[in-house]
């Protein structure tokens, strides 16, 4: 895959010098973006996975990204009332199952709760969702929202993170298990399952926009909105480094104990 040049790249979109005239073209694209924007580059990932945190700031981690992934569910349910198209409702649908789980099975947001439990917050306080940092809330609403005003093929195409998520899902649980004896297995398994569910989904995501982007507007949309998703996630983690690393913690946020 060539990769594609980055100088015209601003904060909001692809800007100008890139050729988007094919599929092929505007996977090379996508591919870029997840290359230089993803949030695995990130400075407080760098020392989540690197032993670098205490335990009262990988808790503050886990406490803020809840919010997302218990918010995923209810923006996949946004994206599938965007079609009428039976087909892509029923392939959208096992991603809320994933989150939310089903009768008798497990899902991604009861794992999320074994991660937090296990690093001992308490439960009722982390679904409350009471303590975590203002920018978490506004980013994880301005997702949801995008999926919900911008098109179709834009809700789709601002999931494709998941391209790049099995390589930080594996750096991550190797890392938190090794340098951190507050952190096992069990716990992790969140993590773990997404490597076999993130590659499907994203699967389906990157060969629908290659179908259904038919023009180089439709694929500029298509790599903006991938660009405005990178955006989410790494504004989330910059929240964290300047409360919890910088150490401003704004008001009534969730303070870690000391001692």
Known sequence: MNVVPTTGMTALSIGKGITL??????????????ATRYHSLHPFHRLLHG????K???QAWALNRYYYQSTIPLKDAMVMTRFR??????EWRHRIEDHDGDLGSEGGIERWLKLTEGLGLDTAYVESTEGILPATRFAVEAYVHFCRDRTPLEAIASSLTELFAPNLHEERISGMLKHYDFVNPDIMSYFSRRLTQAPRDAGFALDYVKQHAKTPAEREAVCNALIFKTNVLWVQLDA???????GQIPPGAFVPKTG
């Open 240 to 246: 964290l480094y300047h409360a919890y690393v910088d």
């Open 51 to 54: 032993g670098k945190l205490n």
């Open 56 to 58: 009262g700031q990988v």
């Open 85 to 90: 198209d039976r087909m892509t409702r029923v």
């Open 21 to 34: 005239d094919s599929a092929e073209e505007m996977e090379a694209t996508l591919r870029t973006i997840g």
